[in-house]
């Protein structure tokens, strides 16, 4: 299979997009030999993240490649922004049940695609025959100290969310044309589909994020599991206002309760959910006005765990908080 | 799935052995955040480099979990190796069919043998449900311009191999009791077996090789292949002598041609093939006195591809160079 796997990743991934999206003087040394070698200034950190998406469980079988392509590493870089830093590099490990060439040049135009929206050259990886898996690791980097952790929240701070929630779930159900309401314009179908085909990882953001916010992730298993990440880390409590929670437009044509309960459990929104101290509250407002749709969702208090108040004050959590992935049906 | 993963992620791979396994002064933050952050010195580059193993296609799906353990991190620990690099970190991407408790323990102690053997650390990863399927991501450092490419050989180099060629064939062929011949003593048998569970990347080596070898690889596709991609790489024809190839005291117990076409088209032998100036020749011999069973098979020169000697003067390759993973039955 050796010899297959070169040709493969020769024709379909050796390409100037993938390659040369941006700026490569981090790289010393890219795809080709036995390891990539990346180059960093003194005073930067590495962040590296690994992720699996296996079909029948992170995403349908049938799952049109060019989507699959970009979702794949829109879903790993979003780990770099919740870190606060920039895009330097990734690798690929596919594995794939046969040579499909349609298959492979719309994935690789997906994959391109998201490559030169977040700024990301591709450094290595590897191919092989079997049950279709992606497997993506993704390099960045961020100022020495400055990475955006779980663990620094304190009593005092606010809770805050990056953009709208419960986009990614209700993107799922129109993609599967499944109770979507009457009375749900085509854009904004349209608008959920791309939230879900595409996620946009809050890198600028992250950014913004360096040396204020004192803790943060990314809300990928859903508001509540991911809040309670950051609870733990930190050894807080986070108190969050239901009422607060910021809805897109398309969302809201959805019955509350479904709304509510995506917004809380759904997963794959990929927005921000961070700690600020109260003195950055009037950052707020700069970011708003610099087009990051950030609200206040709740506050930090000395405690653990996760209390939610739907309107009859604030209560802890009971049973199941976070996301399913998508299953295959014998599952 | 999401609670699943982090659970099992908890237990069987947040250990003291596997996270600890060396020097973690590079490693500003580790697993339990949405990603890893190594800090490096100034004067040094960061090695990457990613393999995933499939169940059925790199190993019999009835692998014994510690010995898949330890061998998936040194398959991947050899491409560091490969660059001259020193180990620092891992991260694992683990597809799973079930949580199958016994063979996790057992997969997690293998690969913590293998982690303190490498003095190399667990830094993320992430586990899922589906077939079996291994990701692993090594990161390693080497001083900036002192990796070990594949491109720098030059005509007038010596081509070297940095210990015996053909085990891991053999010790497969043992594993799987085909054709072992009467002749083999016992201790011949496990030391083949061992050859093929647990690789050693030739780290040390690979070090010593810092701005004296002029290109290197190591040999897991076979050595005709393997030489192929120095060869192309550096635009050079490589000359290899089948009369100068190492063979273990175990091999020869096997017929002289089946000895042959393991040294040449076997793969999973791990060890270095290297090419060196003639002006660095008597290293070889301080490098036997300290234990690298160095030898040289051939030489560089101008031209293309890989000539063969077995007897009757050099003649181009044709046909098949590599090595056929394991494959299950079906494929």
Chains 1, 2 share one sequence.
Request: hydrophobic share 45%; with cysteine; net charge negative.
């Amino acid at each position: 299979m050796a010899l297959d796997e070169f040709a493969l990743i020769g024709r379909y991934f050796r390409t100037a997009e993938l390659e040369r999206a941006a700026d490569p003087s981090a790289i010393a040394l890219g795809i080709g030999d036995d390891a990539a070698l990346l180059q960093l200034a003194a005073d930067q950190q590495l962040v590296i993240s690994t992720d699996s998406l296996l079909a029948g469980v992170h995403f349908p079988e049938q799952y049109p490649p060019a989507e699959l392509g970009y979702r794949a590493l829109a879903v790993a870089v979003s780990d770099l922004a919740a870190m606060a830093a920039t895009p330097l590099a990734f690798t690929l490990a596919l594995s794939l049940p046969k040579v499909d060439e349609p298959w492979l040049q719309a994935f690789s135009r997906g994959l391109s695609v998201a490559a030169r929206d977040f700024a990301i050259n591709l450094i290595g990886g590897d191919t092989t025959r079997g049950p279709l898996n992606l497997g993506v690791s993704v390099f960045g980097q961020v100022p020495r100290g400055q990475a955006l952790r779980r663990d620094g929240a304190r009593g005092g701070d606010l809770l805050c969310v990056g953009g709208p929630l419960g986009d990614g779930a209700a993107g799922l159900a129109v993609v599967q044309r499944r109770d979507v309401p009457a009375g749900l314009p085509l854009v904004g179908q349209d608008y959920l589909q791309q939230r879900f085909w595409r996620p946009q990882p809050q890198l600028a953001l992250g950014q913004l994020l360096r040396g204020v916010a004192t803790a943060g992730l990314d809300v990928s298993d859903g508001l509540l599991a991911d809040a309670e990440h950051i609870a733990r880390a930190s050894g807080v409590a986070l108190h969050i206002d239901a009422a607060r929670l910021p809805a897109s437009e398309a969302l809201v044509s959805w019955p509350e309760r479904q709304q509510l309960e995506w917004m809380l459990r759904g997963g794959d929104d990929y927005v921000l959910l961070f700690t600020l101290p109260p003195a950055a509250k009037p950052r707020i407002a700069q970011w708003c006005a610099a087009g990051h749709a950030v609200s206040v969702i709740g506050s930090v208090h000395a405690g653990d765990g996760v209390l939610l108040d739907v309107g009859k004050g604030y209560a802890p959590l009971s049973g199941e908080r976070g996301y399913q992935h998508f299953r295959s049906s014998d599952d």
